[in-house]
T-cell receptor, first 115, second 112 residues
Framework: KAGVTQTPRYLIKTRGQQVTLSCSPISGHRSVSWYQQTPGQGLQFLFE???????NKGNFPGRFSGRQFSNSRSEMNVSTLELGDSALYLC??????????????FGPGTRLTVT | GNSVTQMEGPVTLSEEAFLTINCTYTATGYPSLFWYVQYPGEGLQLLLKATKADDKGSNKGFEATYRKETTSFHLEKGSVQVSDSAVYFCAFQETSGSRLTFGEGTQLTVNP
């Protein structure tokens, strides 16, 4: 079974631009979560989508948004990029949301650099 | 608030040494507990998990036991290898939703 895939793997953007990152979960998984990883703040939860609905949201500004499609694929969007948005963005999928079988499996990440 | 505290790194060991990475958590209810490992340039790999008190998770020679009385989930391995060099993250997941709360990570380097 294929793992979680993320595209693109690397991205360079300029301040003020917007960016869309894509995530395809493991086949059969219906929950997709996004995390931001930076050296200073570590791993921080952005949001979770389950069955096309946002289930949970972390403490990030409204410039960060996401969505999930009927095939469980997910996208996240960051508008008006700032230098501090440079990070590794990780997507994780799980079979369900919550409960004993909600362990998450991570993709390789998208490395975003904002200049 | 909810949080995870990990043993400060980095940790440097010789091959075949015993490894312990401490992890304690603060959470309400009965969270599930996890250890993830991250190799350079890669995403996180699930190493092991435990979903209730006194459960022992194990994988690839690594073990951790869910201790509710001490709110801990320490990672251990009896004999580390050079290939175990990576960053290790402790995390918990509350019963509602899939959100993971991570510790700061512990860099492990194993020398031959």
């Amino acid at each position: 079974k294929a793992g979680v895939t993320q595209t693109p793997r690397y991205l360079i953007k300029t301040r003020g631009q917007q960016v869309t990152l894509s995530c395809s979960p493991i086949s059969g998984h219906r929950s997709v979560s996004w995390y931001q990883q930076t050296p200073g703040q570590g791993l921080q939860f952005l949001f979770e989508y389950f069955s096309e609905t946002q289930r949970n949201k972390g403490n990030f500004p409204g410039r960060f948004s996401g969505r999930q499609f009927s095939n469980s694929r997910s996208e996240m969007n960051v508008s008006t990029l700032e230098l501090g948005d440079s990070a590794l963005y990780l997507c994780a999928s799980s079979w369900t949301s919550g409960g004993a079988h909600a362990e998450q499996y991570f993709g390789p990440g998208t490395r975003l650099t904002v200049t | 608030g909810n949080s995870v505290t990990q043993m400060e790194g980095p940790v440097t060991l010789s091959e075949e040494a015993f490894l312990t990475i401490n992890c304690t958590y603060t959470a309400t209810g009965y969270p599930s507990l996890f250890w993830y490992v991250q190799y350079p340039g890669e995403g996180l790999q699930l190493l092991l998990k435990a979903t209730k008190a006194d459960d022992k998770g194990s994988n690839k020679g690594f073990e951790a036991t869910y201790r509710k009385e001490t709110t801990s989930f320490h990672l251990e391995k009896g004999s580390v290898q050079v290939s175990d060099s990576a960053v290790y993250f402790c995390a918990f997941q509350e019963t509602s939703g899939s959100r993971l709360t991570f510790g700061e990570g512990t860099q492990l380097t194993v020398n031959p």
